[in-house]
């Protein structure tokens, strides 16, 4: 079993960065695809990007294409999402989201860590 603990959430100014950091629990965490979720107040909660177990494949939401990166570090157990360019529609809880396979759901997510970007 994995489970997972967000943190780097903050308040920070429109154009500025964030890191986001997801640590995980467990041995199996190297197989695990990775993803980063984010809820905005009144909305579904929505993708935005993704990392295999091997770092070999990401993927990301148009939204956010060209202004996040998301990396994962299996040595320290730990995803990463590097945000930047920071808009205020970015605003919401983010997530990380774990699934043992590319045929599975994410089934194992985190407590969330709160984004706000200030115009």
């Known amino acids: 079993q994995v489970q997972l603990v967000e943190s780097g959430g903050g308040l920070v100014q429109a154009g500025g960065s964030l890191r986001l950091s997801c640590q995980a629990s467990g041995r199996t965490f190297s197989t ?3 993803a980063w979720f984010r809820q905005a107040p ?9 990392v295999n177990w091997s770092s070999r494949s990401t993927s990301y939401a148009d939204s956010v294409k060209g202004r996040f990166t998301i990396s994962r570090d299996n040595g320290k157990n730990t995803v990463y999402l590097q945000m930047n360019s ?8 983010y997530y990380c989201a774990a699934r043992p396979g590319f045929l599975s759901g994410y089934d194992r997510w985190g407590q969330g860590t709160q984004v706000t970007v200030s115009s």
């Open 86 to 93: 920071l808009k205020p529609e970015d605003t919401g809880v």
């Open 32 to 34: 695990y695809d990775m």
């Open 42 to 50: 009144g909305k579904e909660r929505e993708f935005v990007g993704a």
